[in-house]
């Protein structure tokens, strides 16, 4: 069928990019890649691994895959706007209701959260990620930006996900 062919192909270019992130290919004729963030590529593994899954939404994999393609694009933004205008059945089958996202990019900012405790080792790293990440991010009184978020859950992923060992629980868990 054309579409599982097109979802198909949407996946294998998803996961050559988190590949071509996880193990760049050093090259002096090249450019300088742009720097991607390991919250955005959450955000690109939900895509490949959750979202693309459902093959209602073919011709949006399109406006996605040019998005992330754009340097310039912010995926945080990008993705919470699309999300919203689509509101996907797997939003309600991970606990998210698009009708209580009342805070700038609280879509990316929960599919950040949600992904990262998919892949952290239950307990303790669970327990750390609660701590020093969420916090009380998704209450109603907290005020605090997605940015604020964002800063926090980078640093926390670099020392899970790359901490210098690229065969880590993170790199796996993005590359399947």
């Not at 988190?18 to 193990?23: A, G, K, R």
């Not at 945080?76 to 996202?101: A, N, Q, R, T, W």
């Not at 990262?116 to 930006?145: C, M, Y």
């Amino acid at each position: 069928m054309h579409i599982d062919s097109d979802v198909r192909e949407f996946r294998n270019d998803m996961k050559k990019f988190m590949e071509s992130f996880i193990n760049p290919i050093e090259s002096s004729d090249q450019a300088a890649p742009r720097k991607w963030r390991l919250c955005e590529l959450l955000l690109v593994g939900f895509m490949r691994n959750t979202v693309a899954c459902d093959s209602q939404i073919k011709e949006h994999l399109v406006v996605w895959n040019e998005t992330f393609a754009d340097p310039d694009e912010n995926l945080i933004d990008e993705f919470h706007e699309l999300m919203v205008m689509l509101k996907l059945p797997v939003f309600k089958e991970i606990g998210y209701e698009f009708d209580e996202s009342k805070k700038p990019n609280q879509t990316s900012i929960f599919v950040v959260d949600w992904m990262a405790r998919q892949f952290l080792p239950a307990g303790e790293k669970i327990r750390d990620w609660d701590k020093k990440v969420a916090l009380q991010w998704f209450e109603a009184s907290n005020t605090e930006s997605c940015y604020t978020f964002l800063e926090r859950a980078e640093t926390f992923l670099k020392t899970q996900i790359i901490g210098g060992n690229r065969e880590s629980w993170g790199s796996k868990s993005l590359e399947r």
